[in-house]
C-alpha cells in the first residue's frame, strides 16, 4: 500500500506542488453512487499527496439534493466539494449564486498542473458543464467538471436481427423499417423505450435534438410545439404505439431494462450504460451472448444522443476554495479517471481513458467506439434549462403520452407550450 501511494504521488506530482495547503481539511459532500462507492477508497492516496484531510459525507440522491438545497439557501455551512448533475441543479444553483466558477483554478499555473489537460475531456462531457443560463451574450463558464457520464444508445439483439436478415438501423427510417419486420415476425416486441410522462422526457430528448428542435427559443420562450419538436414527438410515440409492449405509458428505466435483458424485446433505445451494467451481467441478463449497442439513429438533423453528466463542483459555501480545487483536479486527472474506468467500469469524461490500448480488456470495444462516437456529436440538454424542471418536465411529458395513445399531438404540444410559458413567467 504504502508502495502505491508513494507511486500515486510521484506520477501525479512533477514540478506541481500538491503540499501547498497541506493541513487543510474540506468537507465533501457525495450522492450514493458508483463513482462515490469507487472514489471514497482512493481518497487516502489524495491525503498522502497532499496533507489535505478530506471528510466526506454520502446521502442517497433524495436526501443529498434535499439536504444541499437546505444549507445552500441557510448559508451558514461549510460545503467544500459536491457532485451535481448540471442540467438538473445548474440553473437554479447559478440564479441563486450557489457556484464558484472553475475556469480561474483551471487558468492558473500556481493552482493547475500542467499534466492535468483539461482539452482531454470529450466534448459533449466537457459542454455540460460550461453554461451560460439561456443568456447568449454570457461568456460560457465552467460549472462543474465531469466525472461519469452517460449517453443515449441503442440497444439491440444480434441473434434476432441475424434471424431476420436485418442491417442495424442508421436514420430513424430505418428504425421504423426494422420496427416493422420484427413486428410482423410476431415473435418479440420490436422496441421497447420510456414512456412514463416525465420520466420520458430525458430519452425523447434525444429524438428532439435530432430531430432539429430544442425546448427554448433564443429569447426563452417555449419551442416545444415547433414542427421539428412536433415530428419528434409524433415519431417518438408511434414507435411506441405500434411497436412498444402495452402499456408502454407506464414505462421508466426498470421496466424497459427487465423487458430487453429478459429477452422480451428486440431493441431498447436508452442510457448506454444500461449496456455493461444490466445487459452484460448474467446475473441480471438473458441476453449477454446477444446483447449488441449502436449509436442513435440519424434523425433529420443528424445523430444527437443526449450526455448525462455527473461532476464535481465548489459551492459558494467553501472556505477553502483553493485546497477544494485540489481535490477536483485530482479526481479527475488522468490517472485517476483511467484507474476507475478500467477497475471500476466507471464511464469516465476524458478521451486519453476511452482511447487507452488497454481499455478492450475491461469494455466491450462496441461501448468504446459507441462512446468515442456519441460524445463527440451529444447534446448535454436532456433537460430544459430552465428553474422548475419538475414542472416543465411534467408538461412535457403529457405531449408524449398523448403521442403514445395517439391523440392530437400538434393541439397537446400546443396547449403545453402555453402552461409552460405560463410556469416560466411565473
Not at 444549507?71 to 457556484?99: C, L, Y
Not at 424485446?265 to 449496456?275: E, S, V
Not at 476507475?340 to 478521451?351: A, H, S, T, V
Request: negative net charge; glycine residues 8%; aromatic residues 10%.
Amino acid at each position: 500500500v504504502a508502495m502505491l501511494l508513494l507511486t500515486t504521488a510521484i506520477s501525479l506530482a512533477g514540478q506541481f506542488d500538491w503540499r501547498k495547503f497541506e493541513g487543510t481539511s474540506i468537507r465533501v459532500l457525495l450522492n450514493r453512487h458508483i463513482w462515490q462507492e469507487a472514489i471514497e477508497p482512493l481518497i487516502p492516496e489524495f491525503e498522502a499527496l497532499t496533507g489535505i484531510k478530506v471528510v466526506t459525507e454520502v446521502y442517497p440522491e433524495d436526501q443529498f439534493r434535499a439536504k444541499l438545497a437546505v444549507e445552500f439557501a441557510a448559508g451558514v455551512a461549510n460545503i467544500d466539494v459536491t457532485m451535481m448533475m448540471p442540467q438538473q441543479e445548474g440553473p437554479q444553483w447559478m440564479h441563486e449564486d450557489w457556484i464558484v466558477y472553475l475556469d480561474k483554478f483551471i487558468a492558473d499555473p500556481a493552482l493547475t498542473s500542467p499534466d492535468y489537460q483539461p482539452d482531454d475531456f470529450l466534448a459533449a462531457a466537457w459542454s455540460a458543464e460550461l453554461t451560460t443560463f439561456r443568456d447568449p451574450a454570457i461568456k460560457p463558464q465552467l460549472i462543474g467538471v465531469p466525472i461519469c457520464i452517460e449517453n443515449t444508445a441503442l440497444m439491440y439483439r444480434k441473434d434476432i436481427f441475424a434471424k431476420y436478415g436485418l442491417a442495424v438501423p442508421k436514420t430513424m427510417e430505418e428504425l421504423e423499417e426494422v420496427c416493422k419486420v420484427i413486428k410482423a415476425k410476431g415473435e418479440i416486441t420490436p422496441i421497447v423505450m420510456r414512456g412514463r410522462r416525465a420520466a420520458a422526457t430525458s430519452q425523447w430528448s434525444a429524438f428532439m435534438h435530432s430531430f432539429g428542435a430544442n425546448w427554448l427559443h433564443p429569447d426563452g420562450s417555449p419551442a416545444i410545439n415547433t414542427p421539428e419538436a412536433v415530428a419528434a414527438f409524433e415519431f417518438y410515440g408511434r414507435l411506441l404505439r405500434l411497436y412498444g409492449p402495452p402499456g408502454a405509458v407506464g414505462y421508466h428505466w426498470y421496466e424497459t431494462t427487465t423487458d430487453f435483458s429478459g429477452g422480451k424485446a428486440a431493441m431498447h433505445i436508452g442510457p448506454n450504460n444500461f449496456f455493461p451494467s444490466i445487459y452484460l451481467d448474467p446475473s441480471r441478463s438473458q441476453v449477454v451472448e446477444t446483447a449488441g449497442i449502436a449509436p442513435l439513429p440519424a434523425g433529420p438533423a443528424g445523430s444527437r444522443p443526449i450526455v448525462g453528466v455527473w461532476g464535481l463542483t465548489i459551492p459558494y459555501l467553501s472556505r477553502n476554495q483553493d485546497a477544494a480545487w485540489y481535490f477536483i483536479q485530482w479526481a479527475t486527472s488522468l490517472e485517476v479517471v483511467r484507474r476507475l474506468q478500467m477497475e471500476d467500469g466507471i464511464p469516465g469524461g476524458r478521451k486519453s481513458a476511452w482511447e487507452d490500448p488497454e481499455m478492450p480488456k475491461y469494455h466491450q470495444q462496441e461501448l468504446i467506439d459507441n462512446v468515442l462516437e456519441s460524445l463527440e456529436t451529444g447534446s448535454p440538454l436532456w433537460n430544459p434549462p430552465v428553474i422548475p424542471i419538475g414542472e416543465v418536465r411534467d408538461i412535457i411529458g403529457e405531449v408524449i403520452v398523448a403521442s403514445i395513445e395517439g391523440r392530437d399531438v400538434q393541439a397537446a404540444a400546443d396547449a403545453a407550450a402555453r402552461r409552460m410559458a405560463q410556469v416560466l413567467d411565473r
